[in-house]
């Protein structure tokens, strides 16, 4: 009774002065009171409560009757306006949803994402970590989407969010810029690192990179880590290439570690609270990581406005100029060398471990690179040119073969702004939307199997498949579409090309030695942007 205890009394009180009389209670006397009571106190206390507890109840059940999904999976209101249906899929557990996010040993990262997108059509909904989500493939479906981007009623890119980025990753950054001018204008402007002169002029450094690490590798007499090795190369042409810096021996492994740390800082969902206060960033390790980095390409810049350009990207960022006279700023110049980094070292490092893996299980393939490879050189000599990698074409093939079979799986999340409709199917607005390349591949109609073999890493990895155009995969997207699609391809491709090319050349044989498990499949590592082959070690045979 103890919220009602006062009024019981008080009603008590009110039948007993009714009476006019002197009443003593007993016990059972007091029961009956009490059930004689219970009318009056609901009237005087209760009904109020009880009215709002139903008329909340009453609002509730029209809301879950009135749109279920809503309720259920908070966001994902449909647009009642427009006629076409949401696309096929169920949004998983509701307001949970699913971890589209969790990998697994035998699939790599996002083995949800990949259960489901076996299961479901080319477009499909689902609901994850808050958000409801559409998978866009297919390349017709996927260029229908992107087409709207930048419009005002179209789609803008999500992830993060600018305004939470602050000074450790970079307000000026190219991914995160959502207004169409400014976009356009740093994309031109960015642009003029990555044209075919740009990218050919860098090939030297990129060369003596990779000539580095495979003798590196050549020297042990243990299995070596492909890991190591793609990793330490791309961070080399982080610092060599792309910020043209000069780094002694000795501060390459403080520039690698920086990168890494500040990396893993953007990557962790945790960085940004530290991130939204400010000063707080010098306290971390990612923080102190940026700010080093940040020194490094200051310098840098100190040094071109004295020296004049040379070939780096840096360089060309810097003294880009549009038609009318627009430079970029010194803090875009920064934050964008920046996210050439970011966007450029853990993709391709990615890429070379898994083609790295596959020549190593497909014999025949490496033998016919490495004859590939040798004819080349025949041909143009030691120094690797953008000609003697443009005739790489089997080689050119092997790393196409490599990004289909396993590409980036969940593309940028796109907002969409006003609800569209792709292939008859509703994406609502307010929904985001991704466009998901690794089922695009799995679709492709020129490489379908009923059995799935065309995507497994022992029976569907063709490189031949590339040379002729009546074999050639039609629906291949690794880089994305759009206004977005990927600016360092050129940059990617030939680091990729330079580091197997060379390889190619000085290692006859690889032979793995830890990957494959006792059930004889590629284990993977769980929880990256890109899978990565875990344990991958082989040990290499000079040529
Ligand atoms: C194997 C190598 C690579 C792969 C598979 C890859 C893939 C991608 C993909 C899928 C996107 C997203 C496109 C979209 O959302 O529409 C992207 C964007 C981007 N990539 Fe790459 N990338 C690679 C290498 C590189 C390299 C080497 C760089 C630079 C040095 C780079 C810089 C960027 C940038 C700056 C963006 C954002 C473009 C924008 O928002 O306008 N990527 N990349």
Known sequence: ??????????????????????????????????????????????????????????????????????????????????????????????????DIFSGSKDYGPFAKLGQLSKKNGKIFKIYSYGYPLVSVSGVDNIKSLLKNEFKDDGIGTFMIGKQNIGKIFGENMLLYENNNEKHSMLRRLMGTAMTPGAIAAGIPSIQERANYHINEMLKTNQAVKFEDAFQSFTLDIAWKQILGLDLKEEEIPKFHDAVRDWTDGMLNPFFLVPFKVPGLEKYTKAGRAATYLRGKIEEKISKLEKDGPDSSTLSKLYYATDEDGTRLTREQVIDN???????????????????????????????????????????????????ALENSVYLDAVIKETLRLQPVELGELRKVKESVVVDGKQIPKKWYAFFNAKQTHYNDPSTYQEDGSHMDHFKGFKPDR???????????????????????????????????????????????????????EIVWQKGNAMARPANAECTLVAA
Not at 58 to 78: H, I, N, Y
């Open 1 to 98: 009774f103890f919220p009602t205890k006062g009024l019981v009394q008080q009603s008590f009180k009110s039948q007993i002065i009714s009476s006019g009389s002197t009443v003593v209670l007993h016990k059972p006397q007091c029961a009956t009171a009490l059930q004689m009571s219970i009318p009056s106190i609901i009237n005087t206390v209760q009904r109020p409560r009880i009215a709002a507890c139903a008329l909340a109840f009453l609002l509730l059940a029209v809301k879950v009757v009135r749109d279920p999904r809503a309720f259920f999976w908070p966001g994902a209101g449909v647009d009642s306006q427009s006629k076409a249906a949401l696309p096929e899929g169920s949004l998983g557990c509701p307001f949970v949803g699913y």
């Open 466 to 520: 590339w040379l002729s155009e009546s074999t050639k995969p039609k629906e291949w997207m690794p880089f994305g579409d759009g206004r977005r699609r990927c600016i360092g391809e050129r940059l990617g491709m030939t680091e990729m090309k330079v580091f197997l090319s060379m390889l190619a050349r000085k290692v006859a044989k690889c032979e793995l030695v830890n990957t494959i498990d006792a059930d004889h």
């Open 337 to 387: 060398s920046l996210l050439l980094i970011f966007a450029g070292t853990e993709t391709s490092a990615s890429t070379l471990r898994c083609a790295a893996l596959f020549l190593t299980l497909h014999p025949d393939v490496w033998n016919k690179v490495r004859a590939e490879q040798n004819e080349i050189k025949a041909k143009y000599g030691d120094d690797l040119t953008s000609e």
